[in-house]
């Protein structure tokens, strides 16, 4: 397998600016909002363009002296959200937005292609370019190594007519934003001045199996905290997937047209990752059990809840592409679904409290999804494909000079905690935060304590 990137750097030129405008929100900060023209393919610019969407931040303040270009000037920090598949929310909306700002950067929230308001994907889209095998294709596309050229396309864009000594930019990745980080630093290190790892710290070199048997080890944990804090509802999800089978796969729907199926009811366990998730699982239990008790079926108030909570429909590249992320040179042949077959504790039919599932992604969802059944050939072929490219260079994050902090979860259920540690000691200067009272979503739920202990390990000094 390859470890290197072969002229990557050639493959990339300055991303053309589209449109740009600027306005601002109350709380004073100043949002522009930019649309960027990139290659589908850096290595092959003839094949299409996509169309990114970025909406910059920074404090709404007004320097004393106009002519003053160096107030015009901020270090640049661009975020990378999770998922993948998701885009990122507007820069007031996120908790973490003025803590950034107040150390003096000017904020770049990226929508990854395919996603957010960059060339979003759905089935209808992918429709339009052809055949299954033209969807396949075009679907190879939207990787870690991708995003990553899109985001170096973008430094060029933005940063042209810097001094050359003013050109990297900072990196905060939450998640699998923080994988593509890592690529980042494998690819264009010295495009970037520090890097901030939140819950990303990828598997580097690890197989999917070996990746989703750890994954299923912490969901188990989870599910066994959850009914020791909620112990009547042993019987409760019982009675609901009880319900969901005596009436088949397709007889329950969503409003939507998708099938609540007892499989898909215990994908709600992907809520056990995050701060508060036990609660919002235990709602919805309630709320079903308790249409069961009173009427004999689930009302749609109750599905449209538990819909709200399954978003696949409207994020596809999350169900399609999520198994990749893992994948360098192998292909994933579905491998959540095949570690759950050989791990019995997960079974609908046995003994003691049904588990519910964590983020995996399951080829039955190509049924249960509304959206994911127009795209179930381009998904298993996808998973059948044996040919993704390499995704990190562990020779150079083992040379890496430029500054990474990562903050790491010991109960993390999202990215396994032993694995992450081993990836930060293959990246040389790594400095970790490593704590027992955060979950995965603490960028967002524990805001201000974990990016205090991030830019203190930035900011600490040690002999």
């Known amino acids: 397998m390859t470890k290197n990137f072969p002229r990557v750097v050639e493959m990339v030129k300055p991303a053309k600016l589209v449109e740009r405008r600027t306005h601002f929100i109350p709380g004073k900060l100043r949002v522009t909002e930019h649309f960027f023209e990139v290659p589908r393919d850096h290595a092959s610019p003839e094949r299409g363009t996509l169309r990114l969407f970025a909406r910059s931040v920074r404090k709404a ?271 994933s042949n579905w491998s959540a679904q095949r570690i759950r077959d050989r791990r019995a504790e997960f079974n609908l039919d046995k003994d003691g409290p049904l588990y519910f599932t964590g983020e995996m992604i399951y080829p039955w969802m190509l049924e249960d999804y509304a959206e994911l059944r127009k795209l179930s050939g381009p998904a298993n072929a996808l998973a059948k494909f044996p040919g993704w490219g390499t995704l990190y260079s562990p020779d150079q994050l083992a040379k890496n000079e430029v500054p990474v902090y990562a903050a790491v979860y010991m109960d993390d259920m999202y990215v396994d905690f032993d694995l992450a540690r081993e990836t930060s000691s293959m990246i040389r200067g790594c400095k970790v935060f490593i704590t027992n009272t955060m979950y995965h979503d603490a960028l967002r739920s524990k805001t201000a304590d974990v990016l205090k202990a991030l830019f203190a390990l930035r900011e600490d000094e040690m002999d």
């Open 61 to 331: 303040t007004r320097p004393i002296d106009p002519s003053d270009e160096k107030h015009e000037r901020l270090p640049w920090m661009l975020y990378l959200q999770g998922g993948p598949g998701f885009g990122c929310a507007a820069p007031q909306l996120t908790p973490w937005t003025e803590t950034v700002l107040d150390k003096g950067y000017e904020l770049l929230h990226l929508d990854a292609r395919g996603v957010g308001l960059s060339s979003p994907l759905s089935a209808s889209v992918l429709g339009l370019r052809g055949d299954e095998e033209v969807q396949t294709n075009y679907l190879k596309s939207f990787g870690a190594v991708d995003i990553v050229r899109d985001c170096e396309a973008i430094r060029l864009a933005l940063m042209d007519g810097y001094p050359p000594d003013n050109q990297k930019w900072s990196l905060m990745g939450q998640s699998f934003g923080g994988f593509c980080t890592v690529t980042y630093l494998s690819m264009f290190p010295s495009s970037l001045r520090e890097c901030f790892l939140l819950g990303g710290l990828p598997p580097i070199g690890k197989h999917p199996d070996v990746v989703y048997e750890r994954l299923y080890n912490r969901v188990l944990t989870r599910n066994e905290k959850y009914y020791a804090k909620y112990p009547e509802d042993v019987d409760r999800v019982k009675q609901v997937t009880s319900h969901l089978v005596r009436f088949g796969n397709n007889t329950v729907r969503l409003p939507s047209g998708g099938s609540l199926t007892a499989r898909r009811f215990l994908q709600l366990g992907i809520n056990f990752g995050g701060t508060g998730g036990f609660d919002v699982v235990h709602d919805l239990v309630l709320r079903a059990t308790g249409d069961l008790s009173n009427f004999g079926h689930l009302t749609r108030p109750t599905l449209s809840s538990i819909e709200s909570q399954q978003a696949w429909d409207d994020n596809i590249i999350y169900a399609i592409l999520h198994e990749s992320i893992y994948c360098e040179g192998v292909a």
